[in-house]
């Protein structure tokens, strides 16, 4: 199961009782506020029990689509922004092969779209599809968010174009609200199989629900070992759990320990690559959920040691306002040892034996006790591998904190309230029926400016 600790090292770990539980009372009093529903947003907190909820049948269900659109398909585009992405892809990055194209692995190509307006993106989307059989999956809960209305609006043009209308039913599967909302509707009119978003559950908590389960099952993921990953780690953070066993609610108080102290930055830090994307999905998930009434730590994230040799510099020596969270994997699941050479010409032989996971190791605690040193409080989070239980544990771990985290900053961590500003200016902009005032406002701001 994962663990969290306090820094890299056991001089650090040992400190972090006396540094950080002063703020124990307040993540224990959070974290039963997610299990009662006292709090702020208590209409969506589906996502603390949904592990658990998950019922064999709904699962044999999204298998089943699963399957279905593994044979019928070469691709299947995933349509869909924010959470309705950003988990998926997590995952997929995570277990996949970065270099599986190369080998031509089984089932079908599972790609995006709807995730950006780029043009170019989807040009180039639709020239790579060309000669290859094609599905989708469409995630939205309304089905009109800008993105991926436009994106499902072309993409099921194609599919209607090559197989018509019949034949699109079978290819296009909603993953939508259960009863309203224009993608309801159009599903409901073309016979699209569906999935549900609950209604209690915000898109950046999704992925534990069709939303990133059904994208998952299409790539060949095992969405059980990911669910009972998830339920696991639901127990060891659950409100029964005391403090000091408690790894969410050390690390929210940790972080928030931190912000009073004038760290306004954390970076997610991970020396695998695999795990790059999913400091997107980390990004999303806390940066929505706590960047309000002008409070909130920053969000980023880097990936060692690939990252020491653009933002090292920075980290070590730049504005003392971040600190670090590293997720660091036990167990690689392959094993490349360096040989030795009778020349040594690039005076490497003092790694000859040591296998890429350990030489790895080193530099991450050298980095972490440099960091340190420099005035960058790190803690650490211990994944024993990266495969589907594990992955499953971590999501949980980091919506548990999340949760946790909002509600110590005394902010509602499931609303999005500021999202809505862009959207406005942008539907003014394009002349969208309704937004004929705004329109003309923005133009003579513009005029003036």
């Known amino acids: 199961m994962i663990k969290f600790e306090y820094g890299g090292t056991a001089g650090q770990g040992r400190r972090f009782e006396r540094e950080f539980a002063p703020d124990a009372l307040a993540a224990e009093k959070a974290n039963r506020m997610l299990e009662d529903g006292t709090g702020e947003g208590a209409g969506?907190?589906?996502?603390?029990?949904?592990?658990?909820?998950?019922?064999?049948?709904?699962?044999?269900?999204?298998?089943?689509?699963?399957?279905?659109?593994?044979?019928?398909?070469?691709v299947v585009v995933v349509i869909g922004i924010g959470g309705s992405y950003l988990g998926a892809k997590a995952v997929m990055e995570a277990l996949g092969d970065p270099f599986g194209y190369m080998k031509g692995a089984a089932g079908p190509e599972v790609?995006?779209?709807?995730?950006?307006?780029?043009?170019?993106?989807?040009?180039?989307?639709?020239?790579?599809?060309?000669?290859?059989?094609?599905?989708?999956?469409?995630?939205?809960?309304?089905?009109?968010?800008?993105?991926p209305a436009i994106a499902f609006r072309i993409v099921r043009g194609e599919i209607e174009r090559r197989y018509g209308r019949e034949g699109a039913r079978e290819r296009i599967v909603a993953v939508t609200d259960a009863s309203k909302g224009a993608l309801r509707g159009e599903a409901d009119r073309e016979?699209?199989?569906?999935?549900?978003?609950?209604?209690?559950?915000?898109?950046?908590?999704?992925?534990?629900?069709?939303?990133?389960?059904?994208?998952l099952?299409?790539?060949?993921?095992?969405?059980?070992?990911?669910?009972?990953?998830?339920?696991?780690?639901?127990?060891?953070?659950?409100?029964?759990v005391g403090f000091a066993y408690n790894p969410a609610a050390r690390y929210a108080a940790a972080r928030?320990?931190?912000?009073?102290r004038g760290y306004k930055i954390e970076i997610l830090a991970s020396y695998e690559p695999a795990l790059g994307y999913f400091g997107e999905w980390w990004k999303q998930l806390f940066g929505?959920?706590?960047?309000?009434?002008?409070?909130?730590?920053?969000?980023?994230?880097?990936?060692?040691t690939t990252d020491l040799h653009s933002m090292g510099q920075y980290i070590q020596e730049g504005e003392r306002i971040m600190f670090e969270t590293v997720v660091s994997v036990e167990h690689p699941r392959h094993e490349i040892v360096v040989?030795?050479?009778?020349?040594?010409?690039?005076?490497?032989?003092?790694?000859?034996?040591?296998?890429?996971?350990?030489?790895?190791?080193?530099?991450?605690?050298?980095?972490?006790?440099?960091?340190?040193?420099?005035?960058?409080?790190?803690?650490?989070?211990?994944?024993?591998?990266?495969?589907e239980y594990n992955i499953g544990a971590l999501l949980y771990f980091f919506e548990r904190a999340c949760g946790i985290s909002g509600y110590m900053l005394g902010i509602n961590p499931f609303d999005q309230p500021g999202v809505e500003a862009y959207k406005k200016n942008m539907f003014a902009l394009l002349g969208k029926p309704g937004y004929e005032k705004e329109g003309r406002a923005i133009a003579e701001r513009l005029e003036r400016e």
Request: aromatic residues 6%; negative net charge; glycine residues 10%.
């Open 111 to 147: 790609i995006f779209a709807g995730q950006n307006i780029s043009e170019d993106y989807m040009w180039s989307l639709l020239e790579a599809v060309r000669g290859r059989s094609l599905a989708a999956i469409v995630i939205s809960k309304s089905g009109t968010t800008t993105e």
């Open 217 to 240: 099952a299409v790539a060949g993921a095992d969405i059980r070992a990911l669910v009972r990953g998830a339920q696991d780690m639901r127990t060891a953070c659950g409100a029964d």
């Open 44 to 74: 969506f907190l589906g996502w603390v029990s949904l592990p658990t909820a998950l019922t064999d049948e709904v699962l044999d269900g999204i298998e089943a689509a699963g399957s279905r659109l593994r044979v019928l398909a070469d």
């Open 339 to 387: 040989a030795r050479e009778e020349t040594d010409s690039d005076g490497l032989n003092f790694v000859a034996g040591k296998r890429l996971h350990e030489i790895n190791r080193m530099a991450e605690m050298g980095v972490s006790l440099a960091h340190a040193d420099g005035g960058v409080p790190n803690m650490r989070i211990v994944l024993p591998c990266v495969d």
């Open 288 to 304: 929505e959920s706590e960047g309000k009434r002008s409070r909130g730590i920053f969000p980023a994230s880097v990936t060692y």
């Open 191 to 215: 016979g699209y199989e569906t999935f549900v978003i609950p209604d209690d559950v915000g898109g950046r908590y999704s992925v534990l629900t069709p939303v990133g389960l059904l994208p």
């Open 256 to 260: 928030n320990t931190l912000y009073a």
